[in-house]
């Protein structure tokens, strides 16, 4: 165990060794604060036009919190050494990060949403010059006298992960050094991975369902590079500007959904997901659909009150060509649509000419009833229904076999 703690150490995973008690049995008795974390996404959305930086890390930071004198026999330990109690607020408690929290805000708290972001531990003052920054950080310096582990007068700070600058948001240098060392997985530990990309890694992730054997085969060393590449490649977002014109591209495919949120030719954002299990019976204009109400649903804070346009590959909505859209056409999917897929029927006239039709379903209800009559499991729920006053199962005014208020489809590939 100590040669691994070494290793961790000497290779940057674990920075120190700190105490931390297994508290388990006395954090189910205690009543949860629901105090809530702030989304990341929302911290940077503060530094718009800000030029300037400064970090300041807490150290010890739960310590400088007290226990009340009446709950300090509760956070008592044993060891070999002997019995030991906490007087400040220990590691381990389930409450501790919300009542830290929740101390750093209320002393922050007139100079949040102006030149202060608090997430946790460190503190980052922000302002758009340096005459205005001189001032900010005499203000935040009256407060915190602890200067250990901070960073002051910065072009570009590194932050919760990110790199920030005046020019944008970018991926830190130093996570992407961790990033391209990662190993090969060799079993079900890839959970850590998929947490992080949900859709890149679709094959890897086909590996982590039930009764699935697994094996790592050459698709998945392939989106494993692909994966590494585009983390360490991310290009750089920058801050959006009120007033100015968003553009929202989307794209959808059988695989997953994937949307980018630009203004002024530059990325703001960008996002995808793999499709649920029943949105992959979706036709291709609801999944479009989908890819649209994914992206404003993610981006409403930006969208709301703001002029906006959004482009998708798709005619019956707003087609913007696959070639101009590659972002999101390629966060949506790894190859084209399959001609199902479009609802596309091929045929072959009798001039040896291939005709390609393209069908919307205004009577899918109609072929759906149709396709009840040839089916043998209906047509027993339809005899059931007529024979039995108690049923569940109805007919329809159109004919059509019903369960209370919802048509059964039959289990047809055409309806699928």
Same mark, same amino acid.
């Given at each position: 165990?100590?040669?691994?703690?070494?290793?961790?150490?000497?290779?940057?995973?674990?920075?120190?060794?700190?105490?931390?008690?297994?508290?388990?049995?006395?954090?189910?008795?205690?009543?949860?604060?629901?105090?809530? &974390?702030?989304?990341?996404?929302?911290?940077?959305?503060?530094?718009?036009?800000?030029?300037?930086?400064?970090?300041?890390?807490?150290?010890?930071?739960?310590?400088?919190?007290?226990?009340?004198?009446?709950?300090?026999?509760?956070?008592?330990?044993?060891?070999?050494?002997?019995?030991?109690?906490?007087?400040?607020?220990?590691?381990?408690?389930?409450?501790?990060?919300?009542?830290?929290?929740?101390?750093?805000?209320?002393?922050?708290?007139?100079?949040?949403?102006?030149?202060?972001?608090?997430?946790?531990?460190?503190?980052?003052?922000?302002?758009?010059?340096?005459?205005?920054?001189?001032?900010?950080?005499?203000?935040?310096?009256?407060?915190?006298?602890?200067?250990?582990?901070?960073?002051?007068?910065?072009?570009?700070?590194?932050?919760?992960?990110?790199?920030?600058?005046?020019?944008?948001?970018?991926?830190?240098?130093?996570?992407?050094?961790?990033?391209?060392?990662?190993?090969?997985?060799?079993?079900?530990?890839?959970?850590?991975?998929?947490?992080?990309?949900?859709?890149?890694?679709?094959?890897?992730?086909?590996? &982590?369902?039930?009764?699935?054997?697994?094996?790592?085969?050459?698709?998945?060393?392939?989106?494993?590079?692909?994966?590494?590449?585009?983390?360490?490649?991310?290009?750089?977002?920058?801050?959006?500007?009120?007033?100015?014109?968003?553009?929202?591209?989307?794209?959808?495919?059988?695989?997953?959904?994937?949307?980018?949120?630009?203004?002024?030719?530059?990325?703001?954002?960008?996002?995808?997901?793999?499709?649920?299990?029943?949105?992959?019976?979706?036709?291709?204009?609801?999944?479009?659909?989908?890819?649209?109400?994914?992206?404003?649903?993610?981006?409403?804070?930006?969208?709301?009150?703001?002029?906006?346009?959004?482009?998708?590959?798709?005619?019956?909505?707003?087609?913007?060509?696959?070639?101009?859209?590659?972002?999101?056409?390629?966060?949506?999917?790894?190859?084209?649509?399959?001609?199902?897929?479009?609802?596309?029927?091929?045929?072959?006239?009798?001039?040896?000419?291939?005709?390609?039709?393209?069908?919307?379903?205004?009577?899918?209800?109609?072929?759906?009833?149709?396709?009840?009559?040839?089916?043998?499991?209906?047509?027993?729920?339809?005899?059931?229904?007529?024979?039995?006053?108690?049923?569940?199962?109805?007919?329809?005014?159109?004919?059509?076999?019903?369960?209370?208020?919802?048509?059964?489809?039959?289990?047809?590939?055409?309806?699928?």
């Amino acid at each position: 165990m100590d040669n691994l703690q070494d290793r961790a150490i000497h290779r940057g995973v674990l920075r120190s060794m700190r105490l931390c008690i297994d508290y388990k049995q006395l954090d189910k008795v205690i009543v949860k604060n629901k105090y809530p &974390l702030p989304r990341i996404d929302d911290l940077f959305d503060q530094l718009k036009g800000a030029t300037v930086f400064s970090k300041i890390y807490l150290r010890s930071g739960y310590y400088q919190l007290r226990v009340k004198e009446q709950d300090v026999s509760r956070t008592a330990f044993q060891t070999r050494y002997g019995h030991y109690e906490f007087l400040v607020m220990p590691f381990g408690l389930t409450n501790a990060l919300a009542i830290f929290m929740d101390l750093m805000n209320r002393i922050f708290q007139q100079y949040l949403d102006k030149f202060v972001v608090i997430f946790i531990k460190d503190i980052l003052i922000y302002s758009r010059n340096e005459n205005e920054h001189a001032e900010h950080l005499r203000t935040v310096l009256q407060t915190l006298r602890d200067k250990h582990k901070s960073e002051f007068w910065l072009r570009e700070v590194r932050f919760l992960g990110h790199s920030v600058s005046g020019d944008g948001i970018r991926v830190d240098p130093s996570k992407i050094s961790a990033i391209m060392e990662w190993k090969l997985p060799r079993n079900v530990v890839l959970q850590t991975v998929r947490k992080r990309v949900l859709y890149i890694a679709t094959s890897m992730t086909k590996l &982590l369902q039930k009764d699935v054997k697994f094996e790592w085969i050459e698709k998945c060393q392939q989106s494993f590079e692909k994966l590494k590449a585009l983390l360490t490649e991310a290009p750089i977002l920058v801050q959006p500007k009120s007033g100015k014109e968003f553009v929202v591209y989307s794209d959808a495919s059988l695989n997953g959904l994937g949307c980018m949120l630009m203004q002024e030719g530059k990325v703001v954002a960008y996002a995808s997901r793999q499709l649920k299990p029943h949105e992959k019976n979706y036709s291709t204009h609801d999944l479009e659909l989908v890819a649209i109400v994914f992206a404003l649903k993610i981006w409403h804070h930006y969208l709301y009150g703001e002029k906006w346009r959004i482009f998708i590959n798709h005619k019956i909505i707003d087609y913007h060509l696959g070639k101009a859209n590659v972002v999101a056409d390629a966060l949506s999917r790894k190859s084209l649509y399959a001609l199902r897929a479009m609802n596309t029927r091929l045929a072959l006239s009798n001039d040896g000419v291939l005709l390609a039709e393209l069908r919307a379903r205004p009577l899918f209800l109609q072929q759906i009833c149709e396709t009840q009559k040839n089916d043998s499991e209906m047509q027993v729920k339809r005899a059931q229904c007529e024979s039995e006053n108690d049923s569940d199962f109805r007919v329809g005014s159109n004919d059509c076999l019903m369960f209370h208020d919802r048509v059964c489809v039959p289990k047809d590939y055409e309806l699928i």
